[in-house]
Nanobody, 122 residues
Framework: QVQLVESGGGLVQAGGSLRLSCAASTTTFGGYVMAWFRQAPGKEREFVAAISWGGVDKNYGDSVKGRFTISRDNAKNTVYLQMNNLKPEDTAAYYC???????????????WGQGTQVTVSS
């Protein structure tokens, strides 16, 4: 079992930045693909970014490419999401997820955090 705890959400003005963190409670963190998803009220959960086991490969959703950066520190069992040039449409609950495959499909991820809220004001 892997427990994931997100932090770093908050309220920010459009054009601002936030850095989300996700700490994992597992001794095999490096064996998991890590990803971020988000869900706005009334909308389906959406893929944001994923990073491969060693951190070499990264994949982003079209709406965040060029603005968000995913990274991981396997020594700290932590994955990060640096969000720059935030827009009001980025407002959502952001969820960290762990899985075995480097994919953007929500159903392929086995473990999920509780989420952290990001609100971007115009």
């Amino acid at each position: 079992q892997v427990q994931l705890v997100e932090s770093g959400g908050g309220l920010v003005q459009a054009g601002g930045s936030l850095r989300l963190s996700c700490a994992a409670s597992t001794t095999t963190f490096g064996g998991y693909v890590m990803a971020w998803f988000r869900q706005a009220p009334g909308k389906e959960r959406e893929f944001v970014a994923a990073i491969s086991w060693g951190g070499v490969d990264k994949n982003y959703g079209d709406s965040v490419k060029g603005r968000f950066t995913i990274s991981r520190d396997n020594a700290k069992n932590t994955v990060y999401l640096q969000m720059n040039n935030l827009k009001p449409e980025d407002t959502a609950a952001y969820y960290c997820a762990a899985g075995e495959l480097f994919v953007s499909t929500l159903d392929e991820y086995d473990y999920w955090g509780q989420g952290t809220q990001v609100t971007v004001s115009s």
